[in-house]
């Protein structure tokens, strides 16, 4: 068995990708993934499937935290007090991603349910897509998968 668990795990949040050989038995895969389901999300994903849930989540904790730094620094320099500002950023990014999964509506649906017609969203999304970070993100992972294929 290969497992790749994230750290939201330490706050009983975590997602982790599984993948097993054909010497484990159904019964201890699901003994397996009901140990890792007491600390979050765990899903079955074939082996050529792991680096990329490396990825997308094994390191993407450290992703969203730089995201989350940087959307405090902004509020900071707005004036918001630093602990402050992070909670607002972190129940943010909670809240849209518990959206996103309750929904199960596309982000990019999301995202224009946000964005008004000549308001101040769309106006922060166009100078996110003008530097790219949605390629940068892209990027980022390709850069973190292929290094795990070649662990």
Sequence with gaps: MRCMPNTPALVLEGCTGVCANDRVSEAEMAEVMGLLRSFGVAEAVPERLMDAVVGVSGRSPAYVFLFLEAMGDAAVA???PRQQAYTFAAQAVLGSAKLMLETGKHP???KDMVCS???TTIQA???LEEKGLRGA???AMEACIE???NL
């Design 78 to 80: 707005a004036g918001m």
């Design 108 to 110: 990019g649906e999301l």
């Design 117 to 119: 017609p000549g308001g």
């Design 125 to 127: 999304v166009k100078v």
């Design 137 to 139: 993100v892209m990027d």
């Design 147 to 149: 290094k795990s294929r």
